[in-house]
């Protein structure tokens, strides 16, 4: 018998106006019906029997305990030949199949070696585009035949999570020339990229081959393991984890992780560690490494959401031959396990709990980044993926839109050599002290001589240019940022696409942003003696701006008008409880 379920909430406005002419008993639903006439009782009988119906088939999806909730499986190391870490209490080692290797160990400290590994073999291939739905792959694989390029279309399962709106799969366009190096895929990626632009992806054809050794450094106990192995415990504590590799901030540090933890042989034949645990759990570690603990409450819970969409959406995209989901870095999410958790981020995540961007039905990407500089990008001029309507490039505060289009370059050095009133800026009034760190990006400047900028980017490119002639913007997207940057040299020319790529050949970690104008001071022997890079921002700068939002939330604005302002046309929902 169908359970029926008595919906109060779509009755508080309709009930109380229609019980005035009930006199109903103390603790009972026994009514005096004599006071009320024949239609009364009809018309309420009618809004019972609307309200009093069997659970939406959307209530049925929905996850409903921890166990329905979706679990992430999360890259914490990668590539080691030996991991050190610690453990507090017992612990216990399980393999694949689930059977004790070993129970009840003391923990202490332990190290993970790769013994007599041997890497998988790996075919090198050019990706043009991923996207999420079948017709939009063919759109893309259309274009690119018809610039002469074979390609197809190759379909990446996503895991498949308990809740609604989520895509199933992913569609990767892949040209069907195969390499059986890196450089040799590099070479070819250079010859096409006037017709497209691409990544280089690693397909393994096998499997690696070793032993995973694991050491009791207290007492030298150990023993070997041809398989992944699961260590069941309360906490573990890993050293020398990556931070911020490649980027300004990049250190090591020691983080604790709860949940489950594995280590397994990846497939160069080197250590890599996955964190194992719940979304919400995952959410705690991601929040406050994303985004200052510090900041306004209600830019916080605007984090989490965003946060949560991000790594819901990401699965199956950004690692497909990867025995995890996200990785912790930049690249996925930051997620820096129970080492930053904080109380007040923690709440943000509990009080959001199971919320979700929607999107037509789906949900949404919900990408985010530090400083937006004053406005915001569109999201195919950054990434090779299709334009999103919520992710739309805007102004960083209310109203206006600006009259003179950023993708000018007359108007991006104004715009970069002035101070416009946004939310971000670093001399807006009434700014929370919280985010006083991002005066340095709003507005920056860096100088090189030309022999050092010749050096960086000869290293970071490899190509053998000559020496530097002149660095000649071609494209620029709605926020200014350079979609497209023309090297020129005494030996040759070429192109550099798309916004990261351009910040990191341009510097040795990453240029804060790709919103930048270039100036050039002094000559020697007809060549330009220093550039000066001015620019604007941190980070790619599409959808929320971080320190954009902590400033809406001090200045009073709820979590859902911030994410609709940067993500514009979605609504929230909750998928879970």
Not at 279 to 303: C, N, T
Not at 511 to 538: D, E, N, P, V
Request: aromatic share 10%.
């Amino acid at each position: 018998m169908t359970k029926l379920v008595f919906q109060v909430k779509e009755m508080k406005f309709i009930l109380p106006r229609l019980m005035k002419k009930i006199n109903f008993k103390k603790n009972s639903l026994v009514a005096n019906f004599t006071k009320v006439n024949w239609f009364t009782f009809i018309l309420v009988f009618a809004v019972l029997g609307v309200t009093c119906q069997a659970p939406t088939q959307k209530k049925k999806i929905m996850a409903r305990n921890d166990a329905d909730q979706p679990v992430i499986r999360v890259g914490v190391l990668q590539g080691r030949a030996q991991v050190d870490f610690r453990i507090e209490g017992k612990v216990s080692f399980v393999n694949r199949d689930a059977d004790f290797v070993l129970r009840g160990l003391p923990g202490g400290r332990w190290k993970i070696e790769a013994i007599d590994s041997k890497p998988a073999e790996y075919v090198y291939q050019l990706a043009v585009g991923t996207r999420k739905g079948r017709w939009q792959a063919e759109e893309v694989l259309r274009s690119v035949r018809n610039k002469g390029l074979d390609a197809h279309i190759s379909k990446i399962e996503t895991n498949n999570l308990s809740i609604p709106y989520v895509h199933k799969s992913v569609y990767q366009i892949v040209l069907d020339k195969k390499f059986s190096s890196g450089n040799d895929a590099k070479t070819y990626q250079s010859e096409i990229q006037e017709k497209t632009n691409s990544e280089i992806i690693k397909i393994p054809q096998n499997d690696s081959e070793g032993t995973l050794r694991f050491t009791n450094l207290d007492n030298n106990y150990n023993f070997d393991s041809p398989g992944p192995i699961r260590l069941r415990t309360s906490q573990i504590q890993l050293a020398d984890v990556e931070v911020g590799s490649g980027f300004h901030w990049e250190t090591t540090e020691h983080r604790a992780y709860g949940g489950t933890f594995e280590f397994l042989l990846d497939q160069d034949g080197m250590i890599t560690a996955i964190n194992e645990l719940f979304l919400e759990d995952y959410l705690k570690g991601v929040v406050p490494s994303e985004m200052p603990a510090g900041f306004p409450y209600e830019s916080l819970k605007a984090q989490a959401i965003a946060a949560r969409v991000e790594a819901v959406s990401k699965i199956g995209l950004r690692h497909p031959f990867e025995p995890f989901d996200l990785c912790d870095e930049v690249h996925c999410q930051v997620f820096s396990g129970l080492s930053h958790n904080a109380e007040r981020s923690d709440m943000a995540v509990e009080s959001t709990r199971g919320i979700f961007m929607i999107h037509r039905n789906k949900i949404t990407e919900a990408f985010y980044a530090g400083v937006c500089g004053g406005h915001t990008e569109n999201n195919e001029n950054v990434w090779l993926i299709n334009a999103k309507g919520y992710l739309r490039g805007v102004l960083d505060r209310d109203g206006n839109r600006l009259s003179t289009p950023l993708s000018e370059e007359s108007n991006v050095k104004k715009w970069i050599d002035s101070n416009p009133d946004v939310y971000c800026s670093s001399t807006r009034k009434n700014r929370p002290t919280s985010v006083n760190y991002s005066k340095k990006y709003f507005r920056w400047q860096v100088e090189y001589k030309r022999q050092e900028l010749e050096k960086i980017i000869r290293e970071k490119t490899g190509e053998d240019f000559g020496e530097l002639v002149d660095l000649v913007p071609l494209k620029r997207g709605v926020s200014g940022r350079l979609i497209d940057l023309q090297v020129v040299g005494t030996k040759k020319r070429f192109i550099i696409n798309r916004e990261l790529p351009i910040r990191r050949a341009l510097s040795n970690k990453t240029l804060y942003s790709a919103c930048f104008y270039i100036k050039k001071r002094g000559r020697a022997k007809g060549l330009t003696h220093t550039y000066i890079l001015k620019g604007a921002g941190w980070g790619h700068g599409v959808g929320m701006c971080q320190v954009g939002a902590a400033v809406m939330a001090h200045a009073g604005k709820k979590f859902d008008q911030i994410l609709t302002h940067y993500y514009q046309g979605i609504f929230l929902q909750k998928l879970y409880n």
